[in-house]
Nanobody
Framework: QVQLVESGGGSVQDGGSLRLACAAS????????MGWFRQAPGKEREFVAAISRSGGSTSYADSVKGRFTISRDSAKNTVYLQMNSLKPGDTAVYYC????????????????????WGQGTQVTVSS
């Protein structure tokens, strides 16, 4: 069982930056691939970024590529999402997710592949 707690959300202006953090409970954080998803009002949850167990493999949605960076710190059992050049279209509730991964290099882009979810953190970008 893994519990995930997100933090770092808030309100920023167009072009601003935020860093989200997701703290995971348990001693087996390094066994889990991690991901970030977001859901805007009236829209379906969508993939943002993913990272493998080792942290050596990452994947991004086209809409955030070059602006967002996912990383993980196994010593702190935490995964981060650094968000730069934020746009109003990035406004959403951001969710952290985890899934057990047998491979060190595999990442997952579909929400159905994740077993554990955080409660979400709101990000609002104003123009």
């Amino acid at each position: 069982q893994v519990q995930l707690v997100e933090s770092g959300g808030g309100s920023v202006q167009d072009g601003g930056s935020l860093r989200l953090a997701c703290a995971a409970s348990g001693r087996t954080f390094s066994s889990y691939a991690m991901g970030w998803f977001r859901q805007a009002p009236g829209k379906e949850r969508e993939f943002v970024a993913a990272i493998s167990r080792s942290g050596g493999s990452t994947s991004y949605a086209d809409s955030v590529k070059g602006r967002f960076t996912i990383s993980r710190d196994s010593a702190k059992n935490t995964v981060y999402l650094q968000m730069n050049s934020l746009k109003p279209g990035d406004t959403a509730v951001y969710y952290c997710a985890a899934t057990w991964a047998g491979s060190q290099v595999t990442f997952y882009r579909r929400s159905s592949e994740y077993s554990y979810w955080g409660q979400g953190t709101q990000v609002t970008v104003s123009s």
